[in-house]
């Protein structure tokens, strides 16, 4: 078997190996999901594993933007990974994840994200459950009565306005500090902007992106940089009330929709797990941000075996909302110490509590409070890929 970068000549037989793996893909898609395809091909962010002219594995690494406390910093969303079914449970899938580490950090992704199938090989190669999508199912009704507190001015949206649409992320993911949440480059929203069954609309500091699913509405996005702007967005939405009962829709953990809204007895949300991965350990600690009233300095061992120079002793400072890792000539005795996953999961703000009970931080717990301090983080997800 030969590992190899994919070209647009192999698109029809991973699109085959793509309906083995998750189930056909609807015409009225495939076209979608061709546009997509084709830039990641050219890009070399399409890998294979191939057995003479047979195609038996597949994985995409989409080129996003993510934001860790309200700073973005690149991220490499590890996507349509398949595995032929007559080749599976001969090691191929763990050849090909690792080759995949390795290539999110060649075109120069310090993390990585992704929506697991399954999560034991990719725990075992460094990724660890951190957030999650978070979609909501909420009363049609409850969004058409929110009140606005202001005019703001709305309009329909399409593919010229995918830069501000970029921009506009941008501008509310720094300002809300918010951890987790991506945004794709201005071609690809250029592409799903194109979608004639969406309805988008557009503010000065905010969208909205939803579609009708069978006989109620399903929001893709929906973001705000303020209350007048999240409040006419939402009631936006619930102008459909008349025929549809409910509304779901992807939503931070703490989306204001859920203050919005009159009465609240009880929250009905369905999580979707993702995992991540620190790739490139000195440059995800420099791009994150961190809270500005937090300081940490903090000697850590780290061990990735996948990732050999993230592997070592390192030296955590954080400071004025920035922070650094730098290697440790010496550590102080014993230290805490880290798998791969372990330290992921610590920059995605899991709890270190957590950590050493799910036996992937051992050593001692000086640190431990500071260390949740700084790597605090709620991190959600609005786009599934």
């Not at 399954?118 to 058409?144: C, D, F, K, N, Q």
């Not at 593919?159 to 918010?178: C, K, M, N, Q, S």
């Not at 303020?226 to 025929?243: C, D, F, H, I, P």
Request: hydrophobic share 45%; proline share 6%.
């Amino acid at each position: 078997m030969e590992l190899r970068d994919l070209t647009v000549d192999d698109l029809d037989a991973v699109l085959d190996n793509r309906k083995r793996a998750f189930g056909p893909v609807p015409e009225g898609q495939q076209e979608l999901w061709r546009k997509l395809a084709v830039p990641a091909l050219e890009e070399g962010r399409y890998l294979g594993v191939v057995d003479g002219a047979r195609l038996v594995a597949t994985s995409r690494t989409n080129d996003f933007t993510q934001w860790w406390h309200g700073r973005p910093i690149s991220m490499g969303g590890v996507a349509s990974v398949t595995v032929a079914p007559e080749d599976r449970g001969r090691g191929v899938g763990r050849t090909l994840m690792q080759a995949t580490v390795d290539r999110c950090a060649a075109l120069g992704h310090p993390v990585s994200a992704l929506y697991p199938a399954t999560t034991h090989i990719y725990r075992s190669l460094g990724w660890e459950h951190a957030g999650a999508m978070h979609v909501a199912t909420l009363p049609a009704e409850a969004l058409r009565t929110i009140r606005s507190t202001e005019q703001v001015k709305i309009r329909r949206m399409g593919p010229g306005d995918a830069p501000e649409v970029v921009a506009l992320l941008g501008r509310v993911h720094a300002a809300t500090r918010a951890s987790g949440p991506l945004s794709r480059g201005e071609s690809a929203w250029r592409v799903l902007l194109e979608n004639k069954d969406d309805f988008l609309y557009l503010a000065d500091d905010g969208f909205v992106t939803y579609h009708w699913d069978g006989g109620d509405i399903r929001v893709s996005a929906l973001v705000a940089g303020s209350e007048a702007t999240a409040r006419a967005l939402w009631s936006l939405v619930g102008t459909s009330a008349s025929v549809a009962k409910s509304v779901r829709a992807a939503v931070a953990p703490d989306d204001p929709v859920f203050w919005l809204i009159g009465d609240r007895p009880e929250d009905h949300v369905a999580l979707t797990r993702w995992m991540f991965r620190v790739v490139d350990l000195v440059a995800a600690v420099a791009g994150r941000g961190f809270p500005a009233g937090v300081t940490l300095d903090a000697a850590v061992q780290v061990d990735d075996p996948q990732r050999p120079g993230n592997s070592g002793p390192w030296q955590l400072s954080v400071s004025g909302g920035s922070g650094t890792a730098e290697p440790a000539a010496t550590l102080p005795g014993f230290t805490p110490t880290f798998t791969a996953a372990g330290f992921s999961a610590l920059y995605a703000g899991i709890p270190t509590a957590t950590l050493r009970r799910s036996g992937i931080l051992t050593g001692p717990a000086d640190s431990d409070d500071a260390l949740d301090a700084a790597f605090h983080a709620k991190p959600y997800m609005l786009d599934h890929f």
